[in-house]
């Protein structure tokens, strides 16, 4: 099942995202209320687990918007505010469930899976993930970018897959090898930056509007500017 985790802690992400997928879940990460929007509106999660207070928007302005644009996808909010007026607020805002800090992961791993079974119909939609006019069905394993099919290679989609559930951040080449191939990264070689260029030559060539950027010293990112 997949998980949006919006937390601007990175220390709490860590341990939070680790827990998670040692007990099966997928999670991506949002650092920042406005990158959880763009993620949550244009993906398809099971649940989403936020912060209330966070960098950008706070959780629970997030909250009401995303259920001002129809998004139904279960809300597990997270956070140190924990009187009933509180509460009240986030219930109002749509949330579906509230964890005061400091909590115990066992406890949260029980709310995480009594929101996703009923959340489950909501994640049977078709697993389509969207970045620009970048389009990308993660069960057929196809990428179209505007109206044309683009083929992709098995490393070259999970590297695509990990840019666009991460855009807008910057993204390591040390990241890139951990996270996406569960490699060791070694400074010595340059396999990361030939798959990055394999994969902007695909993507990126060919149109106007450039997504993957190189951020220098530091990594790529997918954005739109």
Known sequence: MNLLLIEDEPKTVQSLKQ?????????DVAYDGLIGRQL???????????????PGINGVELCRELRKSGNETPILM??????TDDKVVGFDAGADDYLVKPFEFKELLARVRA??????AVS????IMRFADLEVNMDAKTVHRAEDKIELTAREFNLLVYLIRNQGRVISKAEIAEQVWEIDFDSGTNIIEVYVNYLRKKIDRDYEVKLIHTQFGMGYVLKTE
């Open 40 to 54: 949550a509106m244009r993906n398809n999660y099971h649940l989403i687990v936020s912060d209330i207070i966070i």
């Open 115 to 120: 929101l996703t079974k009923r959340g489950s």
């Open 124 to 127: 049977q939609t078709a697993q």
């Open 78 to 83: 997270l956070t140190a505010l924990g009187t």
């Open 19 to 27: 827990g998670l997928e040692e007990n099966g879940y997928s999670v």
